[in-house]
């Protein structure tokens, strides 16, 4: 209810501010240092240049944490008024923050993970990050052959994060369903650390030297395996997700079989697009949760996909006709909020 | 409530004593919190000057209570390093004490009486850091990285890696302590209550002077008998004990456990301590400047969101602007400071009849 | 001369060269004068005493004349020439070395880096030991130290520190050597030595320049004499000849004072009369043995009764002032104190009434960076809890201004300890231990670097404390300063190789007898 | 090497002196590396009984190869904390120098010649922490704080929020420094000249003994006049650069240059000196003890994955195993700690006939 409310007045302030000055709109992340926030900001800032007559900003904290996000989402609510897109990695924490942001009268697009009940937002655009572990879990069993044997680890940077427990809990279940004979090990404490993250896989591999595959859910996970892998010249599988520009040389190299790639940019873009809509044209946001696609990515698409990689103009040229399927019929890709995961 | 503070800080002041009362009184305010908040001051002045909006007072408001969590942990600190200790299991067991409270919450207890849990709790944690730093005569420092490191696990362990959510948010207890008071954040109100209960108690009693005394000379003061243990736990308890109230405080804030937060809190609220004045050498501590220390922290962060910094440079900016603060402060604890001060007092004339 | 008997004077080269000289200078603290137009001139191949009250500025001026502090108006000049030391480097670069009052030891570091703080001596660019020892080693034996130089500084006593600064000192080769109360932390033996190698440096033409607050001392060993009394010279490097005792105090204490104190002079103690009977036992030690420290001693101390110990350098004496105030525990025996507790912990004693007054006031006594008042009021209301939970800070201040103002600590009681001069900081450790108003005092060199009139006065209150109270109180009282001994104790227990091998009281109790029964056995 | 090390870390002992030569020097012995050292082979000889692929020398060098990055700067940081300094910034000058010298291969400078400006830039970054410490007279805690976030920033800024890669990989830039020399990885040798050199400079040379000398003693320090200022601008930048060096040898090992690597290794590498016997309080320090210290750090992280800790006890089991370790540490140094030598050496002989 609260939500619809603050639907409505969002639309109110948005003529409010629409009308000849420019809009101040923004998005927040989670940690500005990593990639796929940084991918999310530059599908945003597009969207933002595409729609013009936005005057857009960009904040997130130095390293992961949830309350320092929050305190600069809540300084962002106030400079932009007129709309604000909320990535960030545990929802809970902006329950109350998103609540007060959408009674001052602030839309706010949930981005990446889905928001609390209470938080008041009721649009939310993301992967279905559940079906993302099962994406991988899917290619691995591909080249695992008939009736794979042997135990697969799962890794994951750090637990307690929703994003990365789903995909853990995805490829887990579909190892289990799908193969018997295979034991899924952990996930196990991988770390974000980059370095930290190389010795905790590296200990896994000689833990488990005789394991079909090491399958990680965050972004070091790909790259670091795959170094792994070279170095210790394996024959087991390994992947992770995330485009890092090392991971895709990974791919390409056929270090890494796989790596999913969320698509934050597209994300970015998509969610950044429906609220300025949404503004701009005084009707008050969509309801429930905009599922955006994920990408396997292999030796097949890599070049593609790093030619993609080198700027927004090019990533922007790549989507573009997704983007446009996508945005011709929204309510077709709305699901539930309740459906999140 | 500055006085006490100051006063007793420039006991390291050569010049005390001597001199008109008058003189050296007002010499000691300038030494002391008079810099730090003077900076803290001229901070919200420039960004209001630059961007009004910034000095609404909702902004300042939410900027105040988001500093009042590390502010908390801030005021316990003083304590510690006060007496030559460090706790770097604040941020842990602030986030245990978010959990349990969570769990307990989540279970059926009344959000009210999981205090009665969760508060002992903290204390509890804070005095297992004193006893074990005494029983292995370990420094606390290592100490306390390691039960940092036990409490967070618990805390992780406790909510299996998962945020506790869906609290009865209309419980008086998150709509109270999450709430306002007065149309200010409540949490704003507990960070002034503990400001003014703490100066006291490390000004104008005993286990205040026990702390810094032995901070200032342990050596001496295992000659005069002084209960260095106890002091030592009671003291880490304390710090403790104002983690768990922020951890409690968030908890009503957050209406949710997350196991995930309050990492790297250590270091802000240590850091928070010594801009205030505070000495890691011991002997010495403000807990007003530790509070206005939490509240810079908190102000330039915020502050750069105004100026929109392009992404890429808000670290480097909010290095840059962090070390700017302590760099005016010095200047302003140096000089007799009157010229900034004047200074100071018209820019935010200025401000005010701007923003009024 | 008086020197004469010391040895034969080396006669220095005439006219006597004047080296080091300081004129008209003035210094203020807080606007507070500290020095007003004093000077003094030390000439090559003299021992140059300055003696003055507490506080007189003694230690400010030889700062002064060694670069550490500078003067707010007058000039040094070396062979004539004005210098103005940055530092106390440069200071000993130009050949003008000073042990300061205020030992400047690095704990964490070994005998040989505190010997050349600048830089050991380097073999193959890397730092040497061997070459440090070939160095030193003559000059440390000079002193009588026998030290490894490897040695952890921190773990030395107060006299090895001492020793330790004045070898660094002569190893910088100065031309002009300033000692700051060398000889208040030293034992007699120690003294001995060090006026034995002052007398060479005299020869060698160094000019020496000491302060100290012994004045048999002052005569026995210097050629002229400089006082100072409130910042001002009062007596100017006088011949030692032309002077004696009383001319000197009142050249301290001005002509007021030097008639109507006759404690003042170092004469027989004042109450040590036999008119006082020993109270019941306060002080109980039974066969207390520890390892390489004591070995099976036991002393009874009555109250009413102050007991000196005396001996050697590591004879024990310490150790049972260290025992009965908890500070170590006997491995066999038994202590006991008033009420038959035995002591546990520096806490529990001090709990049980126990006052232990510590040498080493600046490591063990003083929180320098708190006011005075903080410092007096400490162990009462922080230790013993006395005074209730939250502050009376006008009664506390007013406490401690009684103290200090009895033991004449110049300054208020809200300056910072740290700015005191060594010996108020002295009677400010004193003061702590008073105000707790013990029934046991247990005193390792209670009056060190005191000037004589507030040492007489201190050993009229200690007195005061053993005879006054409900039944008096036992003290027992270790000093390297024999005469204190004398003029304090009833009875004094020596030991050797920690047991108590002798007990002088009376008539036997003159410092001739200590010494001998503290050296007898050790032939030569 | 350990000898001098030993005998001017000799902690408070009164009957030291007297003591014949080589009782003092075994007891020495005992109380300092040896305890250490002892603690990280139990815990190698615990994992490897129940684990014997744990042992296995690939693995072993593995973690000592993952340890050496913090392994280099704790060596660094000795030298801060022995004069009563920390630096914070360890972490972003690694970073920092990472970043740069991935730029400036990434731009065809050639990859060994980046070394001349990433090197000498790291060791600046330190002076300038030294400079600012003593320009401003704040606490280099603070400073450093502020740098940390400067540098990191800029390297953030530099590598515009992204990795850098597609450097030439085969150059012998990375097949050398990021490879291994007689089967022994790169680093783990620069990390092993680092210990001695640095041993020696800590304990044989003029400056390693100012730098005790002004930790141990400041006041005295100034009074005898050694030269405080240049003394940690110079013991800073030593820290400085040997981060400098971590982050080189990391940009050839990963072979790519990420903005984000390095986050909180300061607080990791002061808990290793402080494990090896350094004192923040300053005077004593140890580089071979900062070694050991950051093993058993890896050492720890790497067992708990062949337990299969759960990802939720993960950090407890961390906090715990760590306190257990500097427990055993401290148990080592105040036992004369004969009975436990000979335990552990039984364990290792059985460990190694096992595993051979
Ligand atoms: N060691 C101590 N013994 C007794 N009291 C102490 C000690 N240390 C601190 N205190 C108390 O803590 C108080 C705080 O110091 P503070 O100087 O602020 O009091 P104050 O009234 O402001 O004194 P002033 O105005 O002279 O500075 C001290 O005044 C003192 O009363
Ligand atoms: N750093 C300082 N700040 C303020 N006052 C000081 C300082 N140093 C010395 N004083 C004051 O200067 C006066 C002379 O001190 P000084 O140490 O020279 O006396 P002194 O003759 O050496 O006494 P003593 O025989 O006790 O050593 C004393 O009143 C002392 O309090
Ligand atoms: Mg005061
Ligand atoms: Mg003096």
Known sequence: ????????????????????????????????????????VLGAQSAADHAGGVDWTAVGPPNTDGP??????????????????????????????????????????????????????????????????????????????????????????????????????????????????????????????????????LSQVHAQPHALAFLGVGDADSYDLARIKQQEKGSYLVAGMDVDAKTLEDVKAGLDFVTIDPEHFLKGYIATTLLIDAVKQHKSLPQGWFETPGLVVDQSNVDAIIQRETSAQAAYSWYKSQIDSLLGDVAANLKPLSDAR | MTQPVTAEESTADRSHGAGPRGRAWRRRLMRDELGVSLVLVLLVAAAGIAHPAFVHKDNLLSIAQNSSYVGLMAVGMVFALAMREVDLSVGGTYTLCLVVGAVLIRDGTDPWLSLLVTLPLAALLGAFNGLVTTVLEIPSFIVTLGTAMLYRGMALALADGRQISNLPAGNSFFTVLGGTVLSVPTSVWVLLVAL???????????????????????????????????????????????????????????????????????????????????????????????????????????ALVFFQVPINW?????????????????????????GLKQGAAAVVSRLFRRSA | ????????????????????????????????????????????????????????????????????????????????????????????????????????????????????????????????????????????????LRLRLDTRAGDLDLADRQLLEICRALLTEPRVLILDEPTSALPK????????????????????????????????????????????????????????????????????????????????????????????????LDSVTVPGRLDRVSLTARRREVVGLAGLQGAGHLTVLEVTGGRARPASGSVRLPGGVAPRSLRQATGHGVAF???????YGLMLDRPVWENITSVSWLGLHRGGLLLHRRALVDRAARSARSLRVDGGVHRRTGELSGGNQQKVVFAKWLD?????????????????????????????????????????VASTDLSELVELCDRVLVLQRGRIVDELSGERLTQQALSVSMNAGFAG
């Not at chain 3, 013990?438 to 000037?451: E, F, I, K, N």
């Open chain 2, 196 to 302: 003014i209960v703490f100066t006291v108690v490390l000004t104008r009693t005993r286990f205040g002077a026990q702390v810094r005394a032995i901070g200032s000379n342990p050596e001496a003061a295992r000659f005069s008998g002084l209960p260095i243990t106890r002091t030592r736990i009671k003291a880490l308890a304390l710090t403790g004990l104002m983690s768990g109230v922020a951890g409690a405080l968030a908890l009503a804030f957050f209406i949710a456990g997350d196991p995930t937060v309050g990492q790297g809190y250590e270091l802000t609220a240590i850091a928070a301590c010594i801009i205030g004045g505070t000495s890691l050498a011991g002997g010495r501590g403000s807990v007003p400047g530790a509070v206005f220390g939490s509240l810079i922290l908190s102000v330039v962060a915020a």
């Open chain 3, 357 to 363: 007054v510590p040498s080493d006031r600046k490591r």
């Open chain 2, 314 to 338: 808000t670290t480097f900016a909010t290095g840059a602007v962090i070390l700017l603060a302590v760099a005016l402060d010095s200047a302003l604890r140096r000089s007799r400071g009157v």
């Open chain 1, 68 to 201: 320092a996000e929050q305190q600069l989402f809540t300084s962002l609510t106030s400079t932009a008024h007129d709309g604000v897109v909320l990535e960030n990695l545990d929802p809970p924490i902006f329950t109350r923050p998103a609540a007060q942001a959408v009674a001052k009268g602030v839309p706010i697009v949930a981005l990446d993970t889905s928001p609390t009940p209470g938080s008041g937002v009721t649009f939310y655009v993301g992967n279905d990050n559940y079906q993302l572990g099962v994406e991988l879990a899917q290619e691995t069993l591909k080249r695992l052959g008939t009736d794979p044997h042997g135990t697969v680890v799962v890794g994951e940077p750090n637990p307690g994060t929703p994003v990365l427990d789903s995909r853990a809990k995805g490829i887990k279940d579909t190892l289990n369903a799908k193969a018997p004979g295979i034991t899924v090990l952990g996930p196990f404490q991988t770390y974000s650390d980059p370095a930290q993250n190389y010795s905790a896989w």
């Open chain 3, 436 to 476: 707790t108003d013990p029934s046991v005092m247990l005193l390792d060199d209670p009056t060190r670097g005191v000037d004589i009139r507030a040492r007489a006065e201190m050993h009229a209150v200690i007195r005061a404390l053993a005879d006054e109270g409900r039944e008096g109180r036992a003290v027992l």
């Open chain 3, 189 to 284: 033996e120690a003294v001995d030595r060090l006026a034995a190698v002052l007398l060479r440096t005299r020869g060698r033409g160094i000019a020496v320049l000491y302060i100290s607050h012994y004045l048999e001392e002052v005569l026995r060993f210097s050629q002229r004499v400089t006082v100072l009394r409130d910042g001002r010279v009062t007596l100017g490097g006088a011949e030692i000849a032309t002077v004696d005792l009383a001319a000197l105090v009142t050249a301290m204490l001005g002509e007021e004072h030097a008639a109507p104190e006759p404690r003042a002079a170092p004469a027989p103690a004042p109450a040590s009369g036999p008119a006082r009977e020993p109270g019941a036992a306060a002080v109980v």
């Open chain 1, 1 to 40: 209810s609260s939500g619809s409310a603050g639907g409505g007045s969002s639309a109110g302030s948005g003529s409010g501010a629409g009308s000849g000055a420019k809009l101040k709109m923004g998005i927040a992340v989670a940690n500005i240092s990593l990639n796929f926030a940084h991918e999310m």
């Open chain 3, 1 to 144: 001369m008086p020197a004469e008997h010391v040895g034969p004077p080396p006669v220095p080269p005439h006219p006597p060269r004047t080296v080091l000289a300081a004129t008209a200078v003035g210094k203020r603290y807080d606007g507070i004068p500290v020095l007003a137009e004093a000077g003094i001139t030390l000439r090559a191949g003299e021992v140059h005493a300055l003696v003055g009250e507490n506080g007189a500025g003694k230690s400010t001026l030889v700062k002064i004349l060694s670069g550490v502090v500078r003067p707010d108006t007058g000039r040094v000049l070396l062979d004539g020439r004005e210098v103005a030391f940055a530092t106390s480097r440069q200071a000993s670069a130009a050949g003008v070395a000073l042990v300061s009052q205020e030992l400047a030891i690095f704990g964490d570091l070994s005998v040989a880096e505190n010997l050349f703080p600048h830089g050991l001596p380097r073999r193959a660019g890397l730092t040497s030991n061997a070459e440090a020892e070939r160095r030193a080693r003559p000059v440390l034996d000079e002193l009588g």
